[in-house]
């Protein structure tokens, strides 16, 4: 296959026109990707048409077989190094002089129960593929009409969360399109059960292939080379309240994985789980055993898509979606409606007048105000809204103790690892809201607790148990698929027929990325002929003296427009080369004519990544506040010495500087940048938990006051560590 597209490569080098573009892309192998089918569905209605006869309609859907999208995930050597087989169990090191047990570790999905026990239900020479389905329909078109897409997502458990939440590492892929449709062949009161069973009819369509696979296995060549019989199993359902509640056959005030009466969900606590072949047989029997099919909240789907498939408790697979119950819920539609209600204007002030700080967002205007809130935004508030709650409620401070003890609990199912310890904190967390609730219901803020997001919570460890850190399940990742796998496949078509296009769109974007890491691989075979030669180094100059364009811009937005570039390291063992190396300057002369040696470069820059504490930083490619003179940096920022510390600094780091540099050290105009960034490593020592540092320092303008950022530095490795900053 490889050697197929060696032989296309050449073809990318010219372009007629459009036409031969794609007449090229088309023309590449697939490589181990799934192909797409296109299914017809015909629902018989009971509405009378115009000739007597019972309308019918017939929608579309395309699909992929999952079995096939599973052997493409699991072979893929991109993954190999975040893909695991087995389960295991991860355990602090024993304490000696502790009678307690050591704590278990729950991060990845191959450390919770679920595999585990899973895995003893298999013969012993299976490999389980834990299948995490995601699903969510979203809007394609914007401003007017009415154009729907309801894609279905697939991933595995064998690859590591860090890596499968991430859209460009494509661990995630498209497994099909739901047909979205009116149903306008039924009456209007039996479209709702209609549209589910629907679904359910579409889902079996797709997941047929996992009832065989799932239960003798399948061989397939494995990201190591190896060759494994893996049974491909459902094991998590990532999707938002209502489509919980479509897939678990219930209906939408009830809990989608207990039993729960609806007016005793304002105790959050655990409840009888419900059991998959018990909701089928009543649904079977709902005419015998009427009474039990209304006190669980069942919808009649005759055939639920998971009936047949091996080893699988559907209601124990919908895992908790942070972003919809902690964020948009829990804390946005109830906690901060409580907590601020008949104080609004307060709660605005408040938050307009926090100070600005790295890592907090700075709610410029009023809360109040904003009609549309993003999940990120409620995170920034949940970072300060206890500080803002302070002192607002002086008439029962209990409501502070109430919300702490929700946010706390935010914040540990939040957790990237969880161990026994954090999963009774989180418990410590939900029984002190239970304890202190109440006074919501004193103060007349609340009637009841009855709420299904409340409820929720208590189903949070057990999560945690079964399928490891909630990192992994969080809706945000479906919904953030969305955008390559729908909208902009959907705004490449002609708005007509358009998930035909859409396929056809998405087909040739995987065969682009294939390409890709053809090349990729290539490059990994013969280093010496590859073509890339690592990030471009751009001069860090400027044009004019003044500053870049839109000073008084916030520093977000500063981010999106200029992109960052690592600064180049230099070490000590090329310093003797310095000089005739081509490195961007950070300052330029101010009367070029009266310089007759080599402009003040770089030349103590940072040294190499690997040898420095904190990797590289990055700054902007233009100074954002433009070139400054010593006199000025010294009259606007108060740095007074700046010019003599500078010449000590050249001293001190570097012999190689001539004498004439530092005589005109005066005469040079210095890159004056609003911030720079840093990566710092986890403090946590988990994969890809870095930290970015951003540090700023900006002079007040006439729109924005003025920020002058602390830092703390210091040299030596082990003090840093110690306190917590290394």
Request: proline share 6%; hydrophobic share 35%; glycine share 6%.
């Amino acid at each position: 296959m490889y050697s197929e597209l060696q032989e296309k490569s050449s073809a990318f080098s010219t372009f007629n026109d459009n036409r031969s573009f794609l007449k090229t892309i088309d023309s590449l192998p697939e490589l181990g990707q799934a192909k797409w089918r296109h299914i017809e569905i015909t629902v018989d209605g009971n509405v009378t048409g115009p000739n007597g006869q019972p309308m019918s309609e017939t929608v579309e859907l395309w699909m992929r077989d999952p079995v096939e999208c599973v052997a493409e995930l699991i072979g893929n050597p991109t993954f190999h190094d975040a893909m695991h087989y087995t389960p295991i169990q991860e355990m602090a090191a024993d304490n000696d002089d502790s009678d307690e047990e050591p704590d278990r570790f729950f991060e990845e999905m191959w450390s919770g129960d679920w595999w585990w026990q899973v895995q003893g239900a298999l013969p012993a020479d299976s490999t389980v593929a834990p299948i995490i389905l995601a699903s969510d329909k979203t809007q394609l078109s914007t401003f007017s009409g009415d154009k729907q897409a309801w894609p279905v997502y697939l991933t595995i458990g064998n690859i590591s969360k860090s890596v499968r939440r991430r859209p460009s590492q494509r661990a995630m892929v498209l497994l099909g399109y739901l047909p979205v449709t009116k149903l306008h062949c039924f009456k209007l009161q039996d479209r709702s059960n209609q549209g589910h069973r629907l679904f359910h009819r579409a889902m079996r369509h797709i997941l047929q292939p996992l009832a065989k696979a799932g239960t003798s296995g399948v061989f397939m060549t494995c990201a190591d080379g190896h060759i494994r019989r893996v049974h491909p199993i459902l094991a998590s359902y990532i999707a938002d309240y209502p489509e919980q509640c479509l897939v678990t056959c219930c209906r939408e005030n009830r809990c989608p994985k207990c039993k729960v009466p609806p007016p005793e969900r304002g105790n959050i606590l655990s409840s009888l789980l419900r059991d998959p072949n018990e909701s089928l047989r009543i649904i079977e029997d709902n005419g015998e055993e009427f009474e039990e099919y209304e006190a669980q909240g069942l919808r009649d789907i005759p055939e639920p898509f998971w009936k047949e498939l091996p080893l699988v408790n559907i209601y124990r697979c919908m895992t908790p979606d942070m972003l919809h119950q902690l964020h948009k819920g829990v804390f946005k539609d109830h906690l901060f409606k409580w907590c601020t209600s008949r104080k609004k204007e307060e709660v605005d002030a408040r938050f307009t007048r926090l100070p600005p700080f790295n890592g907090l967002k700075h709610f410029s205007k009023d809360i109040s105000t904003i009609s549309q809130f993003t999940g990120n935004e409620h995170r920034e508030m949940e970072k300060v809204f206890i500080g803002v709650m302070i002192n607002l409620h002086d008439e029962d401070p209990d409501i502070v103790v109430a919300a702490r003890s929700l946010l706390d609990f935010i914040y540990l199912a939040h957790y990237p690892s969880h161990s026994t310890s954090t999963l009774q904190q989180m418990k410590e967390a939900i029984d002190s809201f239970n304890a202190s609730k109440d006074v919501f219901i004193r103060t007349g803020l609340r009637e009841h607790f009855n709420i299904g997001k409340i409820h929720s919570l208590a189903h949070y460890i057990p999560s945690v148990i079964d399928y490891g850190a909630l990192d992994g399940y969080n809706s945000e990742i479906s919904e953030r698929l969305h955008i390559d796998f729908a909208k902009s496949g959907y705004r490449a078509s002609n708005r007509k027929a358009y998930h035909k296009q859409m396929v056809t769109w998405l087909e040739r974007q995987e065969k682009v990325n294939a390409f890709a890491r053809y090349q990729d691989w290539i490059a990994t075979l013969h280093p010496s002929t590859s073509t890339s030669s690592g990030p471009e180094q751009t001069s860090h100059s400027c044009h004019d003296s003044g500053p870049c364009e839109n000073e008084e811009q916030e520093d977000e937005d500063e981010d999106e427009e200029a992109a960052n570039q690592e600064l180049p390291g230099v070490t000590n063992e090329h310093q003797t080369d310095v000089l005739n190396q081509e490195i961007p300057t950070f300052g330029r002369a101010a009367s070029p004519e009266r310089l007759h040696h080599a402009p003040l470069t770089a030349i103590c820059a940072d040294p190499d990544p690997e040898e420095t504490m904190f990797g590289p930083y990055q700054v902007s490619k233009k100074p954002s506040l433009g070139y400054w003179s010593a006199d000025k940096i010294a009259s606007l920022t108060g740095a007074v010495g700046f010019e003599a510390e500078l010449r000590a600094f050249l001293i001190r780091e570097s012999s190689l500087i001539p004498a004439s540099v530092l005589d005109f050290i005066s005469e040079y105009e210095y890159g004056m940048y609003r911030q720079f960034k840093r990566t710092l490593p986890s403090l946590r020592g988990l994969p890809g938990d870095e930290y970015t540092d951003r540090v700023q320092a900006r002079p007040a303008t006439p729109k924005v006051p003025a920020r002058f950022d602390t830092v703390l530095w210091l040299e030596d490795p082990e003090k840093a560590e110690n306190i917590g900053v290394g």
